[in-house]
């Protein structure tokens, strides 16, 4: 079975500082990760993805993304966060299923507030 | 390009009426999902089409849940004798074929308040 964990609630960080949201994942087989950001009364956007090769992934926004296998983490991180960047993130992992539906197994989200 | 849409957007019922979402995905997106969001949670996954088949449903679908794709378009999730713990965001999502790590795309999301 597979499980994801982003172990903090909540992260605070000042406008212009660089940012890390964390997740850890535990999967059996090739993992495969996602990023997604939540603003209110939206719906989930997609902000990267880590398949295979390169372990630091680039995505939108100017986010990326670090895959450490022997850690199994997959660390979200910006250089210089923006208060616009304040948002719900939440990191995901495939699930396998014999059916072949690719559906996403979801941590329970990190809550970004960027400080002015 | 229009995204995936979700009608309606905000739903809100009395405890044992029945209620009907509908998602409209991507146009040239054969896989389609239906996640359920509670507050403080992140998306759990309820049920998969590929194309007008439904190949997958969670253990969290109980029996007064249905979903229908009919030709491979649009899509109906309907909660029948609603409850109170039913009360959450609905998502749907859609991505392309081919590869098992397509990204997903999804639609605003459909809040049911069941009182």
């Known amino acids: 079975a597979q499980s994801v964990a982003q172990p903090e609630d909540q992260v605070n960080v000042a406008e212009g500082n660089p940012l890390t949201v964390k997740c850890t994942y535990s999967?059996?087989?090739?993992?495969?990760l996602f990023w997604y950001v939540q603003y209110p009364n939206r719906g989930l956007q997609f902000l990267l993805k880590y398949i295979t090769g390169d372990n630091l992934v680039k995505g939108s926004y100017g986010f990326e993304a670090e895959f450490n296998k022997s850690q199994t983490s997959f660390h979200l991180k910006k250089p210089s966060a923006l208060v616009s960047d304040s948002a719900l993130y939440f990191c995901?992992?495939?699930?396998?299923?014999?059916?072949?539906?690719?559906?996403?197994?979801f941590g329970t989200g990190t809550r970004l507030t960027v400080i002015p | 390009d229009t995204g995936v849409s979700q009608n309606p957007r905000h739903k809100i019922t009395k405890r044992g009426q029945n209620v009907t979402f509908r998602c409209d995905p991507i146009s040239e997106h054969n896989r389609l999902y239906w996640y359920r969001q509670t507050l403080g949670q992140g998306p759990e996954f309820l049920t998969y089409?590929?194309?007008?088949?439904?190949?997958?449903k969670s253990r969290l679908l109980s029996d007064r849940f249905s979903a229908e794709r009919p030709k491979g378009s649009f899509s109906t999730l309907e909660i029948q004798r609603t409850e109170q713990g039913d009360s959450a965001m609905y998502l749907c999502?859609?991505?392309?074929?081919?590869?098992?790590?397509?990204?997903?795309?999804f639609g605003p999301g459909t809040r049911l308040t069941v009182l």
């Open positions: 995901a992992v495939r699930e396998y299923v014999k059916s072949g539906a690719n559906n996403l197994f």
């Open positions: 999502a859609s991505s392309e074929g081919g590869w098992d790590y397509n990204e997903q795309f």
């Open positions: 089409f590929q194309n007008e088949a439904q190949l997958e």
């Open positions: 999967v059996s087989g090739n993992p495969y």
